[in-house]
């Protein structure tokens, strides 16, 4: 069965402007994560949504957004792109709630802010 | 303060020698996930624990909950094995998800 697959694998953007990344999860997946990974940050939790609403959200700023369809694909949105948001961003499907069933993670979408 | 350690941040072994990695948590947690991350990027979850101790293969992994404390072993390492492992976990208040910095693990045949 088809991975996560997460669109674009690569992004430049410039200082200022918004971006949405793209993840289609495993077919019967509800569940969607977002991470951020950074060199100097490590692997760090943005948001899960389930069933389309939002469960949990880590510690990032509100220009940190995210959504999902009806038909599990989420959508993240960062606006206002600053240089630090320059990262590895991996999401991964999950059964149900993530908490209680493994992950299968996406291969990334590697943003860079110039 | 980082809510899961790991330890050793770095190892170097020899094929065919046990390896182990050694994770610590602070928080009460729900489940613990051990993680693989290749050179590129790509993430595989290996194990997702809750208590005692799960086996795949060559790998295996441990949980103390009591302790707060779990652990990777490698039996036979080889080559192949070369990756970051990194420890993460759920907490049961406020439902968040930590991570640990990872170990990065080289295999040399």
């Known amino acids: 069965k088809a991975g996560v697959t997460q669109t674009p694998r690569y992004l430049i953007k410039t200082r200022g402007q918004q971006v949405t990344l793209s993840c289609s999860p495993i077919?019967?997946?509800?569940?969607v994560s977002w991470y951020q990974q950074t060199p100097g940050q490590g692997l760090q939790f943005l948001f899960e949504?389930?069933?389309?609403?939002?469960?949990n959200k880590g510690n990032f700023p509100g220009r940190f957004s995210g959504r999902q369809f009806s038909n599990s694909r989420s959508e993240m949105n960062v606006s206002t792109l600053e240089l630090g948001d320059s990262a590895l961003y991996l999401c991964?499907?999950?059964?149900?709630?993530?908490?209680?069933?493994?992950?299968?993670f996406g291969s990334g979408t590697r943003l860079t802010v110039v | 303060k980082n809510e899961v350690e790991q330890s050793p941040q770095n190892l170097t072994a020899q094929e065919g020698e046990f390896i182990t990695i050694n994770c610590s948590y602070s928080?009460?947690?729900?489940?613990l996930h051990w993680l693989q991350q290749h050179p590129g990027g790509g993430i595989v979850s290996l194990f997702m624990?809750?208590?005692g101790k799960k086996k795949h293969g060559r790998l295996i992994a441990t949980i103390n909950i009591q302790e707060k404390h779990s652990s990777l072993h490698i039996t036979a390492s080889h080559p192949r094995d070369s990756a970051v492992y990194i420890c993460?976990?759920?907490?049961?208040?406020?439902?968040?998800?930590?991570f640990g910095t990872g170990t990065s693990l080289t295999v040399i045949p």
């Open positions: 991964a499907s999950s059964l149900g709630q993530a908490r209680n069933y493994g992950y299968t």
């Open positions: 077919s019967g997946h509800r569940s």
């Open positions: 949504y389930f069933s389309e609403t939002q469960r």
């Open positions: 928080v009460g947690i729900s489940a």
């Open positions: 624990l809750s208590s």
């Open positions: 993460a976990v759920h907490s049961n208040t406020g439902n968040q998800f930590y």
